[in-house]
């Protein structure tokens, strides 16, 4: 991620980090984040301008629309989570509490109407 970041910096080239902000798991908020607080909250920016409705894209394997009103960080930890991620990696990962962590897992899980990661599995790309 460094070493992306150390050649998109110069030349202000960040829309790709913000437009894969969610399949990044994680890794702009533990490693853009801490260091270049202001460019991160750009990198915010894009993806949500860019994320705005593309989740309403239609999961093709299992027939289900993606998550389209989950925030993008409920997003990141929806996808890491259906990934099998526990907490404590994802609080990790993403250089937040692990009560962090469950606070947005319970929200995805309230959104979506879910009950747990097999379900949630359903709604994201994988």
């Known amino acids: 991620m460094l070493a992306a970041w150390e050649k998109a910096q110069p030349d202000d080239l960040i829309e ?17 984040k801490p260091k270049w607080p202001e460019d991160f909250k750009r990198i915010i920016g894009i993806t949500y301008r860019f994320s705005s409705g593309w989740r309403r894209v239609h999961n093709p394997i299992t027939g289900h629309d993606v998550a389209d009103d989950l ?20 609080a990790e990962r993403m250089n937040i509490s692990v009560n962090t962590v469950k606070s947005y897992i319970a929200q995805v899980k309230n959104k979506l109407c879910v009950k747990n990661r097999k379900e949630l599995k359903k709604y994201m790309l994988l």
């Open 16 to 32: 790709g980090l913000g437009e894969h902000h969610g399949l990044l798991g994680g890794m702009l908020e533990a490693v853009i």
């Open 71 to 90: 925030t993008t960080t409920e997003f990141t930890v929806a996808m890491l989570t259906a990934r099998g991620w526990t907490q404590q990696e994802i």
